[in-house]
């Protein structure tokens, strides 16, 4: 197994620009797959305090998503890379808690813990957008 993973899908009206119903045709479309691993519980993180700010940066055109947000893997990269060069993780917990637009100016934050890394992206305002976990085990 290379990955586990747990993601909640809906969908979105891009024409009021929040979330609606799946029609009855579209879900029919999917099939449901039982969980083969029952044992994996997906670990909500936190924001943590007593962090110490790495870099700033504003958001590009170029880094958002169809929904004109920051894209969730240029947020995972930013992260990355404020990691020591020398520290290989083997394992990463992700939580996205919040998006962050165009022209939003956001900050990494990184403090060591027990076996890798707590680091979060947070706007403005110290909200956290995005939490990540780099682990070595």
């Not at 890379?81 to 934050?109: C, Q």
């Amino acid at each position: 197994v290379a990955a586990i993973g747990k993601a909640t899908w809906f969908m979105y009206d891009l024409k009021k620009m929040r979330p609606c119903r799946v029609k009855e045709n579209i879900l029919q479309s999917y099939q449901m797959i039982e969980n083969e691993y029952p044992d994996f519980v997906m670990k909500k993180l936190l924001p943590e305090q007593d962090l110490e700010e790495k870099m700033r940066f504003q958001v590009l055109r170029k880094e958002l998503d169809t929904n004109h947000h920051l894209n969730n893997v240029k947020s995972f990269q930013l992260l990355t890379e404020i990691l020591p060069e020398d520290f290989d993780y083997n394992e990463i917990l992700i939580t996205y808690r919040r998006s962050a637009s165009y022209g939003e100016e956001l900050s990494t934050m990184m403090k060591p813990i027990d076996n890798g890394y707590h680091c979060e992206l947070r706007n403005q305002d110290q909200q956290s957008c995005v939490i990540v976990r780099f682990l070595k085990s």
